[in-house]
C-alpha cells in the first residue's frame, strides 16, 4: 500500500492563480480531511469528507473547495491563490465515518509559497 | 467549543533525560485523545491514543494517561534519545468529525 499520497510536493503561486492540491489514499478509508498548519498554530482543519458525495467544512474553509467523487480521491482546490494562504497542506485519512476516534495517515505534505 | 492546549516549546533535553509534555483539554462528552508526532520533513504519525478515562496510551517507550479529572493526556518518556527529536501535537477526537489538534511542542535532544 501507498497509503496517503499528496502531489505537488512543493509549489509557487502568484496572487490571483488558482490549483489543486492532489491527496489519494489506497487503503479504502471513508474519512478524509485536509489541513494547513502554519508556525504557532498547530494544524488546523480546512474540509474533511465521511465518504464520496460528502463535504463539510472545517475550521478555516475560506478559500477553499473540495469534492469527493470517489473513496480514493480527496482534491483541494484554491480558488484564487493570496498570500494568507502560504502553508504546509496536509492530507489524511480514517477508516471510519462519523467519528474521529480511528488513527489519522497523514501524506507528507504539500509546501505551498503564495507570492 | 473543543480545544486543546499544550505546553508551548521548544523542550530542549540531553540525552537520556526524563520528558514530560503537558496537554489539557476542553470538550463536551468524552473524546479520544491522541498524541501524533511529526519528524523534520515528513508529515504526522501516530504515537499512541486513549479512548476512555484511565486509559493508558504506550509506545516506543512514550506514554500518556487519560485523566478526566484534571482533562488532561500528559505525554512522559523516562530516558530520551537524540532520534526522538521531533514535534509532537495533542489532539482530540469527538464526536464532531473533527479532529483539534494543539498547537505542537518541539522537542530537541542533545547528545
Known amino acids: 500500500n501507498a497509503g496517503v499520497t499528496q502531489t505537488p510536493k512543493f509549489q509557487v503561486l502568484k496572487t490571483g492563480q488558482s490549483m489543486t492540491l492532489q491527496c489519494a489514499q489506497d487503503?479504502?478509508?471513508?474519512?478524509m480531511s485536509w489541513y494547513r498548519q502554519d508556525p504557532g498554530m498547530g494544524l488546523r482543519l480546512i474540509h474533511y469528507?465521511?465518504?464520496?458525495?460528502?463535504?463539510d467544512q472545517g475550521e478555516v474553509p475560506n478559500g477553499y473547495n473540495v469534492s469527493r467523487s470517489t473513496t480514493e480521491d480527496f482534491p483541494l482546490r484554491l480558488l484564487s491563490a493570496a498570500p494568507s494562504q502560504t502553508s504546509v497542506y496536509f492530507c489524511?485519512?480514517?477508516?471510519?465515518?462519523?467519528?474521529?476516534?480511528?488513527?489519522?495517515?497523514f501524506g507528507p505534505g504539500t509546501r505551498l509559497t503564495v507570492l | 467549543g473543543d480545544s486543546v492546549t499544550q505546553m508551548e516549546g521548544p523542550v530542549t533535553l540531553s540525552e537520556e533525560a526524563f520528558l514530560t509534555i503537558n496537554c489539557t483539554y476542553t470538550?463536551?462528552?468524552?473524546?479520544?485523545l491522541f498524541w501524533y508526532v511529526q519528524y523534520p520533513g515528513e508529515g504526522l504519525q501516530l504515537l499512541l491514543k486513549?479512548?476512555?478515562?484511565?486509559d493508558k496510551g504506550s509506545n516506543k517507550g512514550f506514554e500518556a494517561t487519560y485523566r478526566k479529572e484534571t482533562t488532561s493526556f500528559h505525554l512522559e518518556k523516562g530516558s530520551v534519545q537524540v532520534s526522538d527529536s521531533a514535534v509532537y501535537f495533542c489532539?482530540?477526537?469527538?464526536?464532531?468529525?473533527?479532529?483539534?489538534f494543539g498547537t505542537g511542542t518541539l522537542l530537541a535532544v542533545q547528545p
Open positions: 489524511a485519512s480514517s477508516y471510519s465515518r462519523g467519528t474521529v476516534t480511528d488513527t489519522q495517515y
Open positions: 487503503m479504502n478509508h471513508e474519512y
Open positions: 469528507s465521511v465518504g464520496a458525495g460528502i463535504t
Open positions: 470538550a463536551t462528552g468524552y473524546p479520544s
Open positions: 486513549a479512548t476512555k478515562a484511565d
Open positions: 489532539a482530540l477526537g469527538g464526536a464532531t468529525n473533527k479532529l483539534i
